[in-house]
């Protein structure tokens, strides 16, 4: 009998950058900086690390398996009630669990490509049927989406900003494609880049929820809150869907650290604004500092990122730029899995990581 089931015959696994450390050991070096998962450069909210140390001597005691307190918080925040708040180990858990949730046998599931690599990847994983729309100049295509939805799509994946573009979808041009797709589609505004959005036309998703049902925002706090490391997600949906994931999700799922410093960070409105900030200050300088550099006698391209990283067109190899960037002790991220072989993607860092990615960047390109 087969070991496995079908699926996963065919998978491959999510490839992690290795530990800095590691990469430190291996060229001995040190101060090695990694500008390739998008976190946030200013760290944690000292708020939440302040909490996490209050909470480590209770660490033997199962967390609150109905995150109480950051429901609470989280429902207050979006005037919304706790029933339309499921909590995911990451975002990412609920990306895997708002597929397994509503995708039948027979019905299909649709994102654009290059776009978040899971949404793929836990699709292939449940065996379910997928399909993509390419993007357009690096942006969704949402009108060639909307064609592409027939009788067999059950959901669709938009994220907003997208990564690893750094693009976003326009209040209009998202109005337009839900008014395009039947109602029955159940669609996930992915939006774990929100807050650093500068765009005056990114729409707003919360009216959208109350209209249309089968409507899930999907938001995290690993990146503008810092909290990568803990693993904490949420979606906001009606209480309808959102009951479906609860009954579905694992009763712990949320651990104690990542609950009570997602609370913190989550008052802490100055350390959002002082990540936000930088990250806006620093996108205004690098992307031209970028721009005006060469490659093959042809300047770098950058698309315009509303997010906390920039996706680079080097016209060179891109899993060359990172390995010549990777010798200078800068980590960014290839992007060759997604079928962008001369890009790589750099998260911003702060001005003085950017300032040694820059210097790095002009040396490698000579
Ligand atoms: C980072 C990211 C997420 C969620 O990440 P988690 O760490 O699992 O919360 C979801 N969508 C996109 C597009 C992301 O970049």
Redesign the pocket.
């Known amino acids: 009998m087969q070991l496995v089931n079908d699926a996963y015959l065919t998978l491959t696994p999510y490839v992690p950058g290795k530990p800095v450390t590691e990469t430190e050991r291996e060229l001995g070096i040190t101060g090695v900086i990694k500008l390739a998962s998008?976190e946030n450069a200013l760290g944690p909210s000292p708020k939440a690390v302040e909490a996490m140390r209050a909470a480590l001597a209770g660490v033997h005691d199962y967390p609150d398996g109905s995150a109480f307190y950051l429901k609470k918080a989280l429902a207050e925040s979006f005037a919304v009630t706790e029933r339309h708040i499921i909590m995911g180990n990451?975002?990412?858990e609920l990306i895997d669990a708002v597929i397994r949730a509503c995708v039948r046998p027979g019905e299909t599931l649709l994102y654009a490509d290059p776009s978040?690599i899971s949404y793929k990847l836990r699709a292939q994983q449940a065996g379910v049927g997928i399909r993509s729309v390419p993007l357009k100049e690096h942006r969704y295509d949402l009108p060639a989406m909307a064609k592409a939805v027939d009788a067999t799509t059950k959901l669709v994946f938009i994220?907003n900003p997208n990564?690893p573009t750094g693009t976003y979808v326009t209040a209009t041009e998202l109005d337009a494609f839900l008014t395009a797709i039947p109602n029955d589609v159940v669609v996930v505004l992915?939006e774990?880049y929100v807050e650093y959005v500068r765009a005056k036309d990114y729409p707003n998703s919360l009216p959208i929820l109350k209209q249309r049902p089968r409507t899930m925002v999907?938001r995290?706090f690993?990146?503008a809150y810092g909290l990568?490391g803990v693993?904490v997600?949420y979606g906001v949906g009606d209480p309808d869907l959102v009951g479906y994931l609860e009954r579905g999700r694992g009763p712990f799922n949320v651990g104690l650290l990542g609950q009570v410093a997602a609370l913190a960070a989550l008052a802490d409105k100055d350390h959002v604004q002082r990540t936000v900030d930088n990250n806006t200050r620093e996108m205004e300088r690098v992307v031209p500092a970028l721009r005006a550099m060469r490659c093959g006698g042809k300047p770098l391209e950058v698309t315009e990122s509303q997010a906390n990283f920039v996706m680079v067109d080097t016209h060179a190899s891109g899993p060359k730029t990172f390995e010549a960037l990777l010798k200078q002790g800068i980590i960014v991220r290839p992007l060759a899995n997604y079928g962008l072989n001369t890009q790589v993607r750099i998260t911003l860092g702060t001005p003085e990581q950017n300032d040694r990615m820059l210097a790095a960047m002009r040396r490698v390109l000579g």
């Open positions: 998008n990451g975002g990412d978040f994220a990564n992915d774990a999907l995290t690993s990146k990568a693993r997600g």
